[in-house]
T-cell receptor
Framework: IQLTQSPSSLSASVGDRVTITCRASQGISSYLAWYQQKPGKAPKLLIYAASTLQSGVPSRFSGSGSGTDFTLTISSLQPEDFATYYC?????????FGQGTKLEIK | EVQLVQSGAEVKKPGESLRISCKGSGYSFTSYWISWVRQMPGKGLEWMGRIDPSDSYTNYSPSFQGHVTISADKSISTAYLQWSSLKASDTAMYYCARLWGDGDPDAFDIWGQGTMVTVSS
């Protein structure tokens, strides 16, 4: 199963609302997770089961979708949100990741 | 505290062997699969494979099958990633991660800090 994220990079300002999409090459139900990775750090789980917020993650993060099309939305960007975001499918045991979306400060 | 602690950075020559480790603590190590993830310099995340520490059953990504070996020693709550003959293209950061889910797999909820492997002559 291939995952395609768009855009690959994105420039935005503090306070903006941003949306990142992830498309699967075949249906994966809701077996999708989103991660945030900052330079030099391990990825951090944000959302699992497509739309469930991991404990401790700010509510400005939200996820939606099922089947093949998914989105991650940040409602109001904060300075600490500038990072790279990855989607991951867990429908089949080959747990592929999307190629990543780098979110940069405008 | 639930955590995965990985072994330190390694510098090796092509053709050498290597085993890196990932020690779990703060939870029942045998209750959750462990996966390994590669990140080459400046690149994205690649899932390599997984192991069930309770019985050492493994699955590998087709991209890594035959190139690495994943193992575990449940008596010391440690998973391993091993190479028999390193190549320069193995230079990367390697992460272990806990596969979590209530029944079906949901996500990698706990990650190790990463082990940087550099292969250079």
């Amino acid at each position: 199963i291939q995952l395609t994220q768009s855009p690959s990079s994105l420039s935005a300002s503090v306070g903006d609302r941003v949306t990142i999409t992830c498309r699967a090459s075949q249906g994966i139900s809701s077996y999708l997770a989103w991660y945030q990775q900052k330079p030099g750090k391990a990825p951090k789980l944000l959302i699992y089961a497509a739309s469930t917020l991991q404990s401790g993650v700010p509510s400005r993060f939200s996820g939606s979708g099922s089947g093949t099309d998914f989105t991650l939305t940040i409602s109001s960007l904060q300075p600490e949100d500038f990072a790279t975001y990855y989607c991951q499918q867990l429908n089949s045991y080959s747990y592929t990741f999307g190629q990543g979306t780098k979110l940069e400060i405008k | 505290e639930v955590q995965l602690v990985q072994s330190g950075a390694e510098v090796k020559k092509p053709g050498e062997s290597l085993r890196i480790s990932c020690k779990g603590s703060g939870y029942s190590f045998t209750s959750y699969w462990i996966s390994w993830v590669r990140q080459m310099p400046g690149k994205g995340l690649e899932w390599m494979g997984r192991i069930d520490p309770s019985d050492s059953y493994t699955n590998y990504s087709p991209s890594f099958q035959g190139h690495v070996t994943i193992s575990a020693d449940k008596s010391i709550s440690t998973a391993y990633l091993q190479w028999s003959s390193l190549k320069a293209s193995d230079t990367a950061m390697y992460y272990c991660a806990r596969l979590w889910g209530d029944g079906d797999p949901d996500a990698f909820d706990i990650w190790g800090q990463g082990t940087m492997v550099t292969v250079s002559s």
